[in-house]
């Protein structure tokens, strides 16, 4: 079955330092990863997607994140962290294991940035 | 362009009712996906509909639950008769082609409690 963990379920960071949301994922083939963003009382945003092109990929307000098929995992970065980031992040995979085209999503993880 | 909308935002039932939840898909994707996030676990898939055909309805936890897709264009999950269980976040997605590496694109949800 597959599966996507998502380490921390809350990261705390202060404004301007590195943002790091990790993510790894279970598969025996090469999927296709996402990172979506959920802020408060809105719905679901994607921020990137691995599509099998290049590893590292780059997203909406400067987040990119690097596939590392050696590692499994799938992690989210920005090199500066923004008051305005303040949002749960879910990482997500598709395709794996003959699942179609739904999505298996991680916990999700509340990044909390304080001043 | 509008983008997936979901009625209600919020509904408070008590257990035993039947409650419908609605999502317009964004206009012209025929792909249209339902999720639901339970509290405190990840966001999981429920069925994808192509068009007004059941796609994959693997995740629909029990026959409590219904969706249709009315001449493919919005979709209706109705659950009947609602249990404490049932409480979460459901989230409509809808794509164009319904291909793997395809962004999925999320409505804002819709949050039920079942008292």
């Known amino acids: 079955a597959q599966s996507v963990t998502q380490l921390g379920s809350h990261v705390s960071v202060s404004e301007g330092a590195l943002v790091l949301l990790r993510c790894n994922y279970s598969s025996s083939v090469p999927p296709y990863l996402f990172w979506y963003v959920q802020y408060p009382n809105q719905g679901l945003q994607l921020l990137l997607k691995y599509t099998s092109a290049a590893t590292l990929v780059k997203g909406i307000n400067d987040f990119e994140a690097e596939f590392k098929k050696s590692e499994t995992s799938f992690h989210l970065t920005k090199p500066s962290a923004h008051m305005s980031d303040a949002a749960e992040y879910f990482c997500?995979?598709?395709?794996?294991?003959?699942?179609?085209?739904?999505?298996?999503f991680g916990t999700g993880t509340q990044l909390k940035v304080e001043l | 362009e509008a983008g997936v909308t979901q009625f209600p935002s919020h509904s408070v039932i008590e257990k035993g009712q039947t409650v419908t939840l609605r999502c317009d898909p964004i206009s012209g994707h025929d792909n249209l996906y339902w999720y639901r996030r339970v509290m405190g676990k990840e966001i999981k898939f429920l069925l994808h509909f192509v068009k007004e055909s059941k796609q994959d309805e693997s995740g629909m936890p029990n026959n409590r639950f219904l969706a249709e897709r009315t001449g493919g264009t919005y979709s209706t999950l109705k659950v009947q008769p609602a249990e404490l269980e049932d409480s979460g976040v459901y989230f409509c997605a809808s794509s164009q082609e319904g291909f793997s590496q395809e962004t999925q694109y999320f409505g804002p949800g819709t949050r039920l409690l079942v008292l």
């Open positions: 997500a995979v598709r395709g794996l294991g003959g699942g179609g085209n739904k999505l298996t």
